[in-house]
């Protein structure tokens, strides 16, 4: 098992594992063959600070495995630890996203065309700049 910088990541830091000859982003899902992390993003800190009140800090392993990663070809969404979701979107599938504001929470609604019919998926809440940028990315990769 090697370690190498992926270069395209934007946040500093991002390692790429190659595992069995499959690439893993630092939030443990898989790419495909020449396919590149750009940018990952989990729910904030701030937004969710009633929950970590309430569950005396546990709900950091909850925000952890909460994530949405932009690749050079597809969007992969992640969810929970004990009942674990894994979606994987291809770009061409992705018709639209959109920032969305609900109180002081940032959303990335991301519309998707899967099987003749149209789906919304909301990615958040996350800071706004977060948010926007997310947004900013999936925009520029369909």
């Known amino acids: 098992m090697g370690r190498k910088k992926n270069e395209d990541a934007t946040e500093q830091g991002e390692l790429v594992d190659e595992v069995r000859g499959r690439e893993r982003t630092a939030r443990g899902l898989p790419l495909q063959r020449e396919e590149q992390a750009i940018m990952s993003a989990s729910p904030s800190v701030a937004a969710n600070f009633y929950k970590y009140l309430y569950t005396f800090g546990l709900y950091e392993l909850w925000r952890r495995r909460d994530t949405a990663v932009v690749t050079s070809k597809r969007l992969l969404i992640s969810r929970g ?28 609604q991301i ?24 947004v900013a990315e999936v925009l520029q990769r369909i």
């Open 81 to 108: 630890i004990f009942n674990r979701e894994e979606r994987s979107i291809a770009m061409s599938h992705i018709e639209g996203a959109r920032y969305v504001r609900r109180g002081l929470n940032s959303y990335a």
């Open 111 to 134: 519309t998707i065309v899967d099987r003749g019919g149209r789906k919304s998926e909301r990615i958040g809440p996350m800071s706004a700049r977060a948010a926007r940028r997310f």
